[in-house]
């Protein structure tokens, strides 16, 4: 069965030219042209993966995706913006999305990007072959896709939570900002290291004590970051 995209976006030759390519690629895509209505689709179809326009009329584009991650919805979402400034992208990121892409945008970069989120999306939900880990009072189950802080349930984005559990999975190694856009985005990033430091950001403010002198995930200047037990 074809992996079901939903693109929500109210300009009528986006959402053409993305089902267009999209449908070429093996998918079925389902559209909408505002906010309501892909709550609407989401809540009576399995939807894999939401192309969101960050700019649309009624909800925005960043409300609705943070409505969704409130609803403990996993879907993964690539947001569209058609501005390319960097505080988009940024908030995009903060309310859950998975990636972004700026307009005016290439279908085959689209596509290729659909392609790695499904894909790394997958891989982690399949991944059953890890034990718990454990880095002071985080505990990550990959089993269960939870994450818990002193025994609280932590709710994590998808990449956060594939983030966190590469970080984990090379235990006090330093991981670079390349190697974590290749290992957990899936494909090479055209060097946009930004996205790493924004999850890196959110993910501190969720499990450590204090996010200004974390005790777990430490920045190693000038090449990336690693997690360690805590000092």
């Not at 989401?42 to 925005?60: A, C, F, K, N, T």
């Not at 991981?175 to 890196?200: C, K, N």
């Amino acid at each position: 069965m074809s992996e079901r995209v939903l693109v929500v976006d109210d300009e009528e030759s986006i959402r053409k030219l993305v089902e267009y390519n999209l449908s070429q690629a093996g998918y079925e895509v389902v559209c909408a042209e505002e906010g309501h209505a892909a709550l609407a689709i989401v809540s009576q179809q399995e939807v894999d993966l939401l192309i969101l326009d960050l700019m649309l009329p009624g909800i925005s584009g960043l409300e609705l995706c943070k409505r969704l991650r409130q609803e403990q919805s996993r879907i993964p979402i690539i947001m569209l913006t058609a501005r390319g400034e960097e505080i988009d992208r940024v908030l995009g990121l903060e309310m859950g999305a998975d990636d972004y892409v700026t307009k005016p945008f290439s279908p085959r970069e689209l596509v290729a990007r659909v392609r790695a989120v499904l894909r790394r999306h997958s891989e982690s939900g399949d991944d059953k072959s890890d034990n718990a880990f454990a880095v002071g009072q985080i505990m990550l189950d990959p089993d269960k896709y939870e994450v818990t802080v002193r025994g609280d349930l932590i709710d994590l984005t998808p990449r956060e939570f594939e983030l966190l559990h590469y970080l984990m999975k090379h235990m006090d190694r330093v991981v670079s900002r390349d190697q974590l856009l290749d290992r957990v985005w899936g494909y090479e990033y055209a060097g946009d290291t930004r996205l790493v430091d924004v999850h890196i950001s959110h993910l501190r403010d969720k499990i450590e004590e204090d996010p200004k002198a974390p005790r777990h995930i430490k920045t190693v200047r000038g090449v990336g970051y690693k997690i360690v037990r805590g000092e």
